[in-house]
């Protein structure tokens, strides 16, 4: 097959897969089982499609590639411009990584609804993928709202007891938030008329924007808060919790999994690609409170007695770093904040789904309920083991290179972010390892853990994939970096101008 | 006395004086009101067929007279477009902004009667006239939007507010109903007799009534205190008739007693046109002194009417708070330049109006006889139970909260970027954040239908053809507008051209 020829069609291709498994979903299976295996393969198809990404990603060239550029509303200039560089290329994989081993994961534990439950998770699919390669800013902010809905209404039609509750404080927050990134939006096209990135940026940068030197601190801010309760940053993290815990299995993993990275995309892709000025000038706030994030997140964590909320609560200490290591702005802090990302991904997506597995057998998260678990259930204890390992920081496994490389990236900023930061280290090890040791280790505490059933032939499907890529990642982190180092470069010229600038003076 | 003399040749004493030396209208003038004058007879067929119809009969055959008219006007629309000029002695006008309000407005009127066919049965109520009456006050909306000269617009607005006024006591045994009627038409009279005094004083201040004359009298006199007060008095009797802050109050009653249909109708139709006459009064003379007239009313509609829905709990009342914000929102976009703002008024009103009737058509349907089911409560679990009704509000709703890819979200956006495009940073904050705060009361009502248990007290009935074929126009418009927005804005863009080339560079 001529793959060159399908270079310009891919991303969209890789988009627009499960949107239209979706539509199909709505008409063509009737039955359950159908609907599932017919999602199945939905999702593995784009999974498969997107794997042609990065294969033939030119790891060295600067700038956006298998790029298309299509005019698509005249008024406003809005163009279908989608393009990915070394550094989206691996969310969206990620995206279409942890999609199918959702649909696994959910085989059982959806009833009722089972249609719905699908496609609203195709049509997430679509809308992140979406967010991760999308180059005009409307076609970004129309992707990005389009994650609002299925997700809201995954958690409010498939969670727990409060989950209505939970769906409406996570539309509000990402809504109510994003209005000020729109705001920003259409300032900068109302004085640019254009939406491209690529053309904002080069506008910016040769200051040919009228009025941009006053705006610009708060255009900066707009995006920022948006991406802010994205991600989330303490204290706009209060919706995360709620939605964690609420969601249904699918719904968290996609939520941590992919969901959060999308603040943190944002915060590299258009705060610091656009307002690098900025992005200097606050980053001391911006650090803080990454910095309390990681240690109020992990303190929180300490003292869950919910084993979801536990997981929910590292992620706002994980998704600190990642913060930590973008404002570093250093090649080392940024090269990590992605790694971060990804390795988050994984293993925090593996982490809910385990949690998920033992909510199908026990329905409760409470850590009290169980005590010695490693008895009945040794591989899924051996499975959790692993991914909590990686999720740690294990040399050897993903999360110990990410947050090596952050850490040193925040060292050469400042040393004190650097030591705060790696108190996070210290402190994750002891909250995943003691949940691990309540939960597993022991004697059997309830009569009723000692004849749960141990993983099934499909439970393993779902997690080994999350185990081998966790262990990949962390033995050859190079097949990752070699395409993030050079477009994290690119992205961090201007700073390398802006410090000769001050050094200059 | 001068001045007096030259500006009367275009005003209502010199008509007069043409009345004696009679010269009739043109063929091509007939052509202009061309949809006007189909919806007239067939308005005028509904009512005769109306007492020839047995009693006991059906009286569904009128409301398929009273569709076939609606398409009719709608095919005129054509004609009408290919005679622009103005005709009847300078007092109407067809351009591109009257022709895009007509198609606007009719089709309004023609998916309102789609959706009434079958709720007439289900209330039974039984009276032809309903459907003649919403062909005579289209005619009225029709004409507000053509008329340039003040008076005739008067006329207009008060053809197209009689015969809401009617509609809105049609459900005649509810008390409710006839309170909505009396109190619309207490007050709207009250209203129009403020334009009206508007127009007297305009007169006092430019010597004529015609559009184009006081334009050129104040772009070239000296602007007399008059005219402030015309201006004034002029937007407060249209501020009533779009529903704007300070002159809402009365919108929530009137909305919650009407029958649902006629206020998908009347928060759309009478509003459109409302907006095209203060189009041509604010910004085709360059009424003085509008800014902050606009300004105030635009942050109070927005505010006054979101923070008063977040606390309904029935759905009729809900959207006509929400209606008020929306007068709000496109307000904002008349604070701005008047070439972005145009196009931006004339865009919006077309996507509200596609995505308002909607939501109306699917209320009056799930109201069920007697208009009983309307509490938010009766939405619960209307996901599980209808799912292809549920969806389509759950459309119309995301594009009342501004969701991409509903026409909502365009016509926010052309609103907002024409707002910042002219430096109003403040109003467009007020808006955005309005814009969040009504995200949560229309997401309620997604909650209850998605996210609660169905209610077996509550009966769905199955969807007739008619209101489904009238909701699934309204889907497939809202999404039309939402995707590809780029003709309609560039027909709206254009037609702007002709609206404020008419006094800029016109004789």
Redesign the interface.
Known sequence: MNTASLSPYILSLVTFIPLAGSLLLLVVPRRDRDIKVFALVISLLAFVASLHLPVHLHRNAAGFQFEINKQWITTPNIHYHMGIDGISVWLVVLTTFLTPLCVLISWTSIHERVKEFFILLLILETALIGVFTSLDLFLFYFFWEATLIPMALLIGMYGHGRRVYAAVKYFLFTMIASVFMLAAIIWLYSKTGSFDFVDIQNAIRSGSVENFAAAAQWLFLGFFVAFAVKVPLFPLHTWLPDAHVEAPTAGSVLLAGVLLKMGTYGLLRFNLGLFPEQARQNAWWIVTLALIGIIYGALVSLVQPNMKKLIAYSSVSHLGFVVLGTFSFTQAGLDGAVFVMLAHGVATGGLFMLAGILYERRHTYEISEFGGLATPMPKYAAYFLFVVLASVGLPLLNGFIGEFLVLSGAFQARPIYGILGATGIIWSAGYLLWMYQRVFLGVVKHDVNKTLPDLNLREKAALLPVAAIALLMGVAPILWLSSIDPAVQSALVPFAQLAAKVVGQ | MIIATTALTHSLPALLAQAQSFTPPSGSEYMRILPELVLTVFGMIVMIADPLLDETRSHKSLGAIGLIGALAALASTYVMAQYPGTGFWNMMRVDGFSVFFHVLVIAIAAVVILSSYEYMAVQRIRAGEYYGLILFGTVGMCLMSSAIELVLIFIALEISSIATYILAGFRRREAASSESSLKYFLLGSFATAFFLYGVAMMFGATGSTNIDAIGHALASGSVTPLAYVAVALMFVGLGFKVASAPFHVWTPDVYEGAPAPIVGLMSTGPKAAAFAVLLRVLFEINAPGRFWLIWVSAALSMTLGNVGALVQDNIKRLLAYSSIAHAGYVLVAFAAQPELGTSAVMFYTAAYAAMNVGAFAVVSHFANAGEKYLTLEDYAGL??RSPMLAAALTFFL?SL?G???TGGFFGK??I??AA??ANLVGL??IG??N??VG??YY?RVI?MM???EPRADVPVTPVPFATGLAIATCVLLTLYLGV???RV??FA?QSTRDLLVATRLGP
């Open positions: 996901g599980r995301m909260i969701i991409p890819i956006f052309y907002f970027s910042l495009k467009t904050v955005l954040i814009s969040a995200a949560y997401l909650v998605y996210m609660r590809l927005p780029g804005v560039d863009s």
